[in-house]
């Protein structure tokens, strides 16, 4: 039984700084592309970073250089850490693993966790 399950989310004024973790069970969490998507209210689903199990990683303009992700395949966890954040980062945040470079594997997603960055 996949599990996964993310926390760290929280509400941080414009401008903060938020880490993100999400621990795996039920996977073999080594040996796959794991990634960060969210949600944000009236949006779609979208892939905002993707680690492979080499360690590239890869983001999408809007948060390019703003976000890091990083894994501990020793403790099953994926990590997402989140600077300069803007009001537009507002989603819940989840994480998956990643096939075809960004479709989400596993339809039995998380609950998520909050971000809400307002001033």
């Known amino acids: 039984q996949v599990q996964l399950v993310e926390s760290g989310g929280g509400l941080v004024q414009p401008g903060g700084s938020l880490r993100l973790s999400c621990v795996a069970s039920?996977?073999?969490?080594?040996?796959?592309?794991m990634g960060w998507y969210r949600q944000g209210p009236g949006k779609q689903r979208e892939l905002v970073a993707r680690?492979?199990?080499?360690?590239?990683?890869n983001y999408p303009d809007s948060v390019k250089g703003r976000f890091t992700i990083s894994r501990d395949d020793a403790k099953n966890t994926v990590y997402l850490q989140m600077n300069s954040l803007k009001p537009e980062d507002t989603a819940v945040y989840y994480c998956?693993?990643?096939?075809?470079?960004?479709?989400?594997?596993?339809?039995?997603w998380g609950q998520g966790t909050q971000v809400t960055v307002s001033s």
């Open positions: 039920g996977i073999a969490f080594s040996m796959y592309s």
């Open positions: 680690i492979t199990s080499g360690g590239y990683t």
């Open positions: 998956n693993r990643v096939v075809d470079s960004a479709i989400p594997y596993y339809s039995n």
